[in-house]
């Protein structure tokens, strides 16, 4: 795509902008690409899109097993350029807290207890 077009949520029906330009990627390029939406019909904003991106990476955190979060998937991505806030953590009391996903793209564990460690 080379320009930008407005299009309605297929969730939500809330009008957003969406493509790339030559400038510029569109906003979807920054999330995990392992992850997409399958439910959806067309695209969807930026909050549908970051939920429906949250509950698919919380369910295959949540079908790792001692045996298989070593060699998990989410460790052969690219690597971000940003951190997404919903994705890769929360705000709690003005604080970062990092969510599993974050936690789980360094492929092990870091020692310092934290609070979401899935390993």
Not at 24 to 43: G, I, K, R
Not at 78 to 106: C, T
């Amino acid at each position: 795509m080379n320009a930008i077009k407005v299009k309605q949520c297929s969730s939500c029906s809330t009008p957003f902008d969406c493509g790339d330009t030559t400038a510029q990627s569109c906003w979807c390029n920054n999330f995990p690409p392992l992850f997409v939406a399958t439910t959806a019909v067309d695209c969807l904003c930026l909050e549908c899109f970051k939920k429906a991106s949250s509950d698919k990476i919380d369910d295959y955190i949540n079908s790792l097993t001692p045996e298989t979060i070593l060699d998990n998937k989410v460790t052969a991505l690219p690597k971000a350029a940003q951190l997404i806030e919903g994705i890769d953590y929360y705000l709690e009391n003005g604080n970062y807290v990092f969510k599993s996903f974050f936690h789980l793209k360094r492929g092990s564990c870091c020692g310092n207890g934290c609070r979401h460690c899935p390993y």
